[in-house]
Nanobody, 124 residues
């Protein structure tokens, strides 16, 4: 399966962005779809995940500011990011995996499919 991310860009602190990720097909490896991000010089970190049944998991840094949603008819997830901060600047990647426990959804190695990434830059 291929994952195509879109929607990144440049925004001022306090602004909003909507990221989207579309899977090329519905497979078991897209039971869980998630967003990770990687800032320069840092490890890739979990942002949010959503299951086929639309159960969500968030990183603490995303809780209350970001909302992940899913349209199963389109094999698509969205990440609505509000009140963005300069520290949210990173390349954002979408990823897909088989059904897994919430604690495993936070780990990059759980995921089998990765999109190409989209740059998000938040200016202060």
């Amino acid at each position: 399966v291929q994952l195509q991310a879109s929607g990144g860009g440049l925004v001022q602190a306090g602004g909003s962005l909507l990221l989207s990720c579309r899977a090329s097909a519905r497979t078991l490896s897209t039971d869980i779809l998630a967003w990770f991000r990687q800032a320069p010089g840092k490890e890739r970190e979990f942002v949010a995940a959503i299951s086929w049944s639309k159960v969500t998991t968030y990183a603490e840094t995303a809780e209350g500011r970001f909302t992940i949603s899913r349209d199963n008819s389109k094999n698509q997830i969205d990440l609505q990011m509000n009140n963005l901060k300069p520290e949210d600047t990173a390349i954002y990647y979408c990823a897909g995996s088989y059904e897994s426990r919430p604690e495993d959804q936070r780990v990059a190695s759980t995921y089998l499919a990765w999109g190409q990434g989209t740059q998000v830059t938040v200016s202060s």
